[in-house]
């Protein structure tokens, strides 16, 4: 669904991502691993639209969309879930959910049921403003908002930084049943290797904008990739 072939990134003179490939398949979870400043959130970023690449193809779909937009993107089914979360302080979780209706056809911009049954706390809390929900709360409505562009690719950068136990376990569960629905190729950055062990089909390590290690869940050792994205 989603292949990353031999992309250069950089940021003026500072080359940050060199002939990088990664590939993300409908019903699979991959997950990018490594230190901090490996390039990670660069790779998420090149994919979603948000910093142009210098070398290499993206393709969604055996379509290329290295040239395009991120708003094109997302109507070709790329959704993202940004580090930080990036939610709207200011407006309600209702509001902040609705702006995912931009990239999609006029006939499906509701809000889908099975979102609420994923993290009911949204349903719960549609009349707050986002800035007054706990940092938990506010990654369930990153994803929700995520979901409501009905992505046939889901993005997900570090969805479990500061995040709570509890809710890192929520938000595990809506990443299988996602998996598990069989309808959208998910990549994912993580930090948290036990999280990122137990959800992911295929993994890709990282060390200086390079991929270094990449295979099934099966074909890496735990303790080979620990030692490639321990501080």
Known sequence: MLKVENIDLA???????RSVSVEAVVGQVSCVLGRNGV???SLLRAIVGHQPISAGRILVDDQDISKLPSYERARRGVGYVPQGREIFPLLTVRENLETGFAPIARRERFVPDEIFELFPVLGEMMHRRGGDLSGGQQQQLAIGRALVTRPKLLVLDEPTE???PSVIKDIGRAIDYLRQKGEMAILLVEQYFDFARELADRFIVMERGEVVMAGTKDD???DDV??????
């Open 162 to 164: 500061g995040i709570q």
């Open 220 to 222: 890496l050792k735990g």
């Open 39 to 41: 390039g990670k959130t």
């Open 226 to 231: 620990r030692s490639r994205i321990a501080i």
């Open 11 to 17: 940021y003026g003179a500072a080359k940050v991502l």
